[in-house]
């Protein structure tokens, strides 16, 4: 049957460097949620497996104020049911965490705005994952993926990227809220790449490429009345 949810909580500081199992059942079922988080400092360093062999597999939440993919420094996000989420300034998401999370998990990396930070994911280094599990960045300011940044997958896992993710956060034309590509995309294997951002303006999307096989769609964000208005600018798309 369906796997639960599980929830490992503090006020103050969260080191978690065991392992959760909230996995489907194998005669059918979903895998659950798991939450990893604290109120103040959270160092993940562990593993969680949300698989499932006849159903859909978990979700793990992390969630930031501002958040980085790099390979060195040591992760400390909040993990919630599939999310990450950075509970500290600059917080960081190490390579081999996200890629050892993905491996038995769908993987959201969502930030927030906490002031002075501004809620953009920077993805420093090059990642990649092997399975058809999915991985979403959700920043609630910009996106940005450094030069000689490689995301490959080959399995058919999806990616998607969305800026601005609360609709508030910044204005169409403001030059916020945009996801910035530097780097390269290769994804291939049946998955998709959707992204998600505000444009200079609606007469000026951008266009977004993958090296690999697997289509790209990219969706220029309607935020308010005005922007819905500002549409008919470019009505073909």
Do not use: C, R
Not at 210 to 237: C, E, K, R
């Amino acid at each position: 049957g369906n796997s639960g949810q599980v929830v490992v909580w503090s006020n103050q500081n969260t080191q978690f460097n065991g392992n959760i199992s909230a996995t489907g059942g194998l005669l059918g079922g979903n895998g659950g949620s798991v939450e990893v988080s604290s109120k103040d400092l959270l160092n993940f360093a562990g593993h969680v497996n949300l698989l499932a062999p006849k159903g859909v597999t978990g979700t793990l939440l992390l969630d930031p104020e501002n958040l980085t993919i790099q390979t060195a420094g040591t992760t400390n996000t909040t993990a919630s049911s599939g999310t990450y989420t950075a509970n500290l300034d600059n917080s960081i998401i190490t390579v081999a965490t996200l890629e050892s999370a993905l491996a038995s998990a769908n993987v959201t990396l969502q930030t927030g705005s906490i002031d002075p930070q501004a809620g953009n994911i920077t993805v420093a280094n090059s990642f990649n994952w092997s399975d058809a599990n999915s991985l979403t960045l959700s920043a609630y300011q910009n996106i940005i993926i450094n030069s000689g940044v490689t995301i490959t997958n080959t399995s058919g896992g999806s990616l998607t990227l969305h800026a601005n993710n609360t609709g508030i956060g910044s204005d169409v034309g403001s030059g916020a809220g945009v996801v910035t590509n530097n780097g390269t995309f290769l994804l291939s294997g049946g998955g998709t790449l959707s992204i998600f951002y505000n444009p200079s303006s609606y007469t000026a999307p951008i266009t977004y490429t993958n090296t690999g096989t697997d289509p790209v769609s990219a969706y220029m964000l309607v935020n308010n009345a005005t922007d819905l208005q500002n549409v008919s600018n470019n009505l073909s798309g």
